[in-house]
């Protein structure tokens, strides 16, 4: 079975990470993979695993945009080229051009649907959801149904997964002080910490808030934010104005988010708006680092309460403090939920299962697709 997967661009974020684990698990199912994006950081993850990358000038937000009308045109080239039994979309933009090649070339389509949008004209009058589209959370689910009129028989529920393996490690404690160093992180601190875009939904100034409160309680905690964005220099204003400066560490996003959950004692996750089902939480658990979060979206999905972590309503943040300050100070709780967080991971949120469920989900698109052309040229 020959595959194309469509994404806008692979630079390091969590739609990008999933389009090359699902690449990288479907080549090791025997299957022919090709993605084609605009390019960026995560190509050569790829290329060094022998999947072929096409580069395509699609880097737009627009459906409307010149770049989208020249993108079905030479996608269009590119299927019929490589002879593409179904395209798996990614984004708005590559749901619309995967849309029309698939209809233009009439072979399979399938989208997955990776968070929770805006409700606008462009997608009432060109849904382009595909022959089937995946959702991976119950709450992404309920939303496209809800607020899209998704047909509950055409989504399929497949929960996002990652490469367990490579978070399992136990890191020394000499080697998470020079990890802690490495970042910048003081040896002798307690870390919390989270991975996400600075934007204004992901809430990094309520974990500073947050750390101002715990602080008053353990002094010895520093709180480390990994990502980029332009919220960033609005985050560092709030840490200047709440003295937060030795307690607040910076760190540009990386590709080895192995070494990162290392130097963490607790990961913190607080979104203000829906969550489709983030990754980093996944990574996280799998390394070993209980979650306390805001309950917003699919994030319950992940997160037990009190099992294998700790949430709170996004409407009373304040409530992120206590239930942190009880993991750094109890060992045994906090030993307790870090091994029903990994066992969780291993056991519904694999790399391996999500492919198993989305290749199946392919055959079934292309076995109908054959059966229905089949009967189309009977019929002519």
Not at 36 to 47: C, D, K, N, P, R
Request: hydrophobic share 40%.
């Amino acid at each position: 079975m020959k595959i194309l997967l469509l994404t806008t661009h692979l630079n390091i974020g969590g739609i990008s990470t999933y389009v090359v684990s699902l690449a990288k698990a479907l080549k090791d199912k025997g299957e022919e993979v090709f993605v084609a994006s605009s390019g960026g950081v995560l190509v050569s993850e790829l290329t060094q695993e022998g999947i072929s990358h096409i580069k395509i000038n699609i880097r737009t937000k627009s459906e409307l945009s010149p770049k989208t009308f020249r993108a079905i045109f030479e996608i269009s080239r590119l299927v019929k080229k490589l002879d593409i039994d179904i395209i798996h979309a990614h984004t708005r933009v590559t749901q619309i051009v995967g849309f029309f090649v698939s209809r233009l070339r009439r072979i399979g389509f399938v989208t997955t649907c990776h968070g929770f949008f805006r409700r606008n004209l462009g997608r009432i009058l060109l849904p382009a959801w595909g022959d089937r589209v995946i959702a991976i959370s119950e709450a992404v689910e309920g939303y496209l149904i809800k607020d899209f009129g998704v047909n509950r028989n055409k989504i399929a529920l497949v929960y996002n997964g990652i490469d367990v393996k490579k978070f399992l490690k136990d890191f020394s404690d000499k080697e998470r002080d020079e990890l802690k160093d490495s970042f910048g992180l003081r040896k002798d601190h307690s870390i919390i910490g989270t991975i996400a875009r600075f934007t204004p939904d992901k809430g990094h100034d309520v974990l500073l808030y947050a750390l101002f409160d715990i602080l008053k309680q353990k002094p010895n905690v520093q709180l480390v934010f990994v990502g980029d964005g332009k919220e960033r220099y609005n985050i560092q204003d709030i840490v200047e104005r709440l003295g937060l400066s030795e307690n607040v560490i910076f760190v540009k996003s990386q590709i080895n988010t192995v070494s990162v959950f290392a130097a963490m004692d607790v990961f913190m996750f607080a979104p203000r708006r829906k969550e489709g089902l983030g990754l980093v939480l996944l990574e996280a658990m799998a390394s070993g680092r209980p979650v306390v979060a805001t309950n917003v979206g699919g994030v319950g999905t992940v997160v037990q309460d009190g099992i294998n972590g700790f949430l709170v309503s996004p409407s009373k943040p304040e409530l992120l403090v206590e239930p942190t300050i009880r993991l750094l100070k109890d060992k045994e709780l906090y030993k307790k939920m870090s091994q029903a967080g990994r066992e969780c991971v291993v056991q519904k949120f694999s790399i391996n299962g999500m492919a198993d469920k989305v290749d199946r989900l392919y055959k079934e698109i292309i076995a109908y697709e054959t059966h229905t052309h089949s009967k189309r040229k009977l019929a002519w």
